[in-house]
């Protein structure tokens, strides 16, 4: 957590700037879980009493405290009093009753003056009811501020909440003239060895990591998260509408697996193979079914999953799976990792029809760049989001 500024320069700012300081706090604290929160929100909390910082806590797994709990139960380990403090919290409080009791209803015994959360929960449990349970409590409430940052940090759980369905990552490495393989099937490694490593801290944040046969069958991917201290690893998923998948395929081996499929048959090695206990399949047909072979029905797999409580799906893919995820409108944020090097001719990053005139409007938007070694760090969000 950084270091606040001294006391008398914070009270001396307007506050809505000191809101926005100590929320970014708030902020810092909720990443804490980046990894481990899943299918729960990252939330953070602070609390500050005349410019200084009482207590912090973040939410690290279902199950176990929020981050209000945890920074309450901070301040009573140490003896400090939270009379009159006020509380940033990066998501209203909660206001029901599941793994854990009501936040919202824990907050009113600490004498706190003011809550202000950085945006209102989407979970219809709650949608305005943490606050609302404050304010009869007499507690001041606001919320709305740094929103945009805080809904980003949870976008995967804003999206399965407000839309039924996560949000897509689509990561890629190209060359600098959108190569991501040679003719000859030659791709590793493309980028180097920090963009790599930054590519696993994607894996580990996010619930899931979906690719196609047609990757397991060419590169025989593990699909795990390598290199980073996390106690999680994503469920992995791969779309396979026909169940070709060897038994052998490395991914299968290990971890959650979850084979999308349109309506074929489980072969006879599924249920008896090591890993049974943690593979399953799922019937993503489309809702029409004829003669022909079927393929996997996109938007219905992400409604299985979001059923399932997958908020973050990360995607590592081929360029067929990758323009077929594209078309269909399904992606929400391209990550590209871009290497300083020409390649010439080799394959795409999406196989996407050819156009006749460019498109009219801006579908994406620039969200960030960034150096991760030699190679540059691209993110494009979709602008409809």
């Known amino acids: 957590m950084s270091t606040p500024p001294p006391t008398s320069d914070v009270l001396g700012w307007p506050q809505a700037q000191q809101d926005e300081h100590w929320m970014a706090l708030a902020l810092a604290q909720a990443w804490q879980g980046q990894y481990t929160t899943t299918p729960n ?8 009493r005349e410019g200084q910082i009482l207590a912090t806590g973040f939410h690290e797994k279902a199950g176990q405290g929020h981050a209000e709990v945890q920074a309450i139960a901070q301040a009573k380990a140490h003896g400090v009093s939270l009379a009159g403090s006020t509380a940033y919290v990066t998501l209203e409080p909660c206001a029901h009753h599941g793994r854990t009791g009501p936040c919202a209803e824990a907050l009113i015994p600490t004498g706190v003056s003011r ?92 619930c899931a990591v979906l690719t ?28 396979d509408s026909q ?21 074929a048959a489980t072969p006879a090695w599924f249920a008896e193979h090591p890993n049974a206990a943690h593979l399953l399949a799922i019937n ?77 409007g801006q579908q994406w938007q620039l969200h960030s760049h960034e150096s991760i070694g030699e190679d540059l760090k691209v993110v494009w969000a979709r602008s409809s989001v």
Not at 243 to 263: D, K, S, Y
Request: aromatic share 6%.
């Open 115 to 206: 809550v202000v959360a950085a945006t209102l929960d989407p979970n219809p449990l709650v949608a305005g009811k943490g606050m609302a349970i404050l304010q009869r409590a007499g507690v001041l409430v606001e919320h709305g501020v740094l929103q945009a940052q805080a809904r980003w940090i949870n976008r995967g759980f804003f999206s399965r909440m407000e839309r039924g369905r996560p949000w897509v990552r689509l990561k890629v490495a190209t060359s600098a003239d959108g190569v991501t393989a040679l003719n000859n099937g030659v791709s590793q490694w493309i980028t180097g060895e920090a963009a790599r490593l930054d590519g696993h801290h994607l894996r580990a944040q996010a």
């Open 284 to 360: 993503a047909a489309p809702p029409r079914l004829n003669k022909e072979r079927q393929k996997t029905d996109l938007p219905r797999l992400l409604a299985e999953l979001a059923a399932r409580g997958i908020n973050e799906l990360h995607l590592e893919a081929g360029y067929g799976l990758n323009g077929s995820f594209l078309q269909a409108g399904l992606v929400d944020e391209v990550v590209q990792y871009i290497a300083p090097r020409f390649l010439g001719p080799g394959l795409g990053a999406f196989r996407l029809p050819e156009l006749t005139s460019l498109p009219t």
């Open 243 to 263: 169940f070709e998948i060897p038994p052998q395929a490395r991914l299968l081996q290990e971890g959650v697996v979850w084979i999308a499929h349109a309506n």
């Open 212 to 239: 196609g046969i047609g990757t397991v069958k060419a590169d025989d991917p593990q699909l795990n998260v390598r290199g980073i201290d996390t106690p999680r690893q994503p469920i992995k998923v791969v779309v």
């Open 41 to 48: 929100p990252r939330v953070g909390c602070i609390f500050v």
